[in-house]
T-cell receptor, first 117, second 110 residues
Framework: DTGVSQDPRHKITKRGQNVTFRCDPI?????LYWYRQTLGQGPEFLTY????????KSRLLSDRFSAERPKGSFSTLEIQRTEQGDSAMYLC???????????????FGDGTRLSIL | TQLLEQSPQFLSIQEGENLTVYCNSS?????LQWYRQEPGEGPVLLVT?????EVKKLKRLTFQFGDARKDSSLHITAAQPGDTGLYLC??????????FGTGTSLTVIP
């Protein structure tokens, strides 16, 4: 399978614990995006990388959230001291883009569903 | 903050009926994409529209991008149960951010 893969698919943890999610994009894609989606809503942008550089971060991304893409390939999203409001689906997407407006589509993984007890 | 508003939010129709979903914004986008999402899965791209006024057809689905590149519509002809899902529009704005709409949940009843 050469699509975007995310791991784990499901994560259940107690409030206050730290969690880390991984995303492996399509191999030739230089852009990688993280989104959060709650039930019945569209995905909300969190952050995105071009290669290893994190270029944009949403105001939704509090200081408990951190994302990395150390070698410009896979990415991790860590949430520290989880809160019940963090319960959501965390989606990763990748695209191949060049220039200011690439008009290139994003390809999504199937997400990591996080449940905070 | 959702920059794109979709309507209707929910739609339940009989198999064979036609429907239109709207995606509206006050912002201009360089491109707009439509996705369909099934429960427990990520969104799957249906189409990308780039030029104002552009119309694209994908079998029974017709997508239109507004002349001013602020809005879009998705029209489905003779809906099938397999069309059931959450339809999302997403606009590419400044800074290469993608802004998703609020979503339209479609149920096609056999």
């Amino acid at each position: 399978d050469t699509g975007v893969s995310q791991d784990p698919r499901h994560k259940i943890t107690k409030r206050g614990q730290n969690v880390t999610f991984r995303c492996d994009p399509i191999s030739e894609h230089n852009r990688l995006y993280w989104y959060r989606q709650t039930l019945g809503q569209g995905p909300e942008f969190l952050t995105y990388f071009q290669n290893e550089a994190q270029l944009e971060k949403s105001r939704l991304l509090s200081d408990r959230f951190s994302a990395e893409r150390p070698k410009g390939s896979f990415s991790t999203l860590e949430i520290q001291r989880t809160e019940q409001g963090d319960s959501a689906m965390y989606l990763c997407a990748s695209s191949l883009a060049a220039g200011a407006y690439s008009n290139q589509p994003q390809h999504f993984g199937d997400g990591t569903r996080l449940s905070i007890l | 903050t959702q920059l794109l508003e979709q309507s209707p939010q929910f739609l339940s129709i009989q198999e064979g009926e036609n429907l239109t979903v709207y995606c509206n914004s006050s912002s201009v986008f360089s491109s707009l994409q439509w996705y369909r999402q099934e429960p427990g899965e990520g969104p799957v791209l249906l189409v990308t529209v780039v030029t104002g006024g552009e119309v694209k057809k994908l079998k029974r689905l017709t997508f239109q991008f507004g002349d001013a590149r602020k809005d879009s519509s998705l029209h489905i002809t003779a809906a099938q149960p397999g069309d059931t899902g959450l339809y999302l529009c997403a606009g590419e704005g400044a800074g290469n951010q993608f802004y998703f709409g609020t979503g339209t949940s479609l149920t096609v009843i056999p």
